[in-house]
């Protein structure tokens, strides 16, 4: 049993020369993921030096600042995928209030779904949608109060609500201010609905809860 958590663990990297914003990563992440191991680097620098003298383990995620003083992460980054056998899933680690003013670019206008049945077509808010379903060529809308079905592709509707929703599975496509906590089996929905998620999907999907809930505070 030790054997297998050991495999699971996250390693996750946090580079950043602002102490605070390291720390407010940190407890962003430990939140959500108490049982993985994190590492702090307050350059890149440090970070490249580190993984090259020591041969840590593969990082699976990097929240990395964009600039370090005169320091380029798109640089550090690249570098550091040079040094590593396998690739890991990035996010630059920017100041909250470039989070806050990307945040309220994306709520000027709210996405909307133009639902089509017949000759029927009504427009729903994405902001209302908790989840989408997928199966036998239809897609089933789940809101707060009723459930739309019809038909279409999640393959289109993915492409539409990126980023705020994410593909978890091949059958479900999430609002990710509506997942009230998740694991890796399964997310659950504010609604109470508990989903599938693919184990392909994982870390992809963590990535962008911790790029989302680091958004919006």
Request: charged content about 35%.
């Amino acid at each position: 049993m030790s054997h297998e958590n050991e495999v699971e663990q996250l390693n996750i990297a946090i580079c950043d020369d602002e102490e605070n914003i390291r720390i407010y990563i940190r407890k962003l992440i430990q939140k959500q993921e108490p049982f993985c191991k994190i590492t702090e680097f307050s350059s890149g620098k440090e970070l490249l030096e580190f993984q090259d003298e020591t041969n840590a383990e593969e990082i699976d995620i990097l929240f990395l600042d964009i600039s370090m003083g005169d320091e380029d992460g798109m640089t550090v980054a690249k570098q550091l995928r040079s040094q590593m056998e396998s690739n890991f899933e990035q996010v630059f680690a920017q100041t909250i209030r470039e989070y806050q003013y990307l945040m309220a670019k994306k709520k000027e206008k709210p996405k909307e779904v133009l639902v089509r049945n017949g000759n029927r077509t009504r427009s729903v808010s994405a902001d209302d949608i908790y989840y989408i379903e997928s199966s036998n060529r239809k897609v089933t809308l789940y809101l707060r109060h009723e459930k739309i079905e019809y038909y279409d592709k999640i393959s289109s509707l993915e492409s539409e609500l990126k980023p705020d929703f994410f593909r978890i599975h091949k059958g479900y496509l999430v609002n990710i201010k509506y997942v009230e906590r998740y694991d890796r089996t399964e997310v659950k929905m504010r609604n109470g609905d508990s989903l599938l998620i693919s184990k392909y999907k994982y870390q992809d999907f963590v990535k962008r809860y911790l790029e989302y809930i680091s958004e919006e505070r």
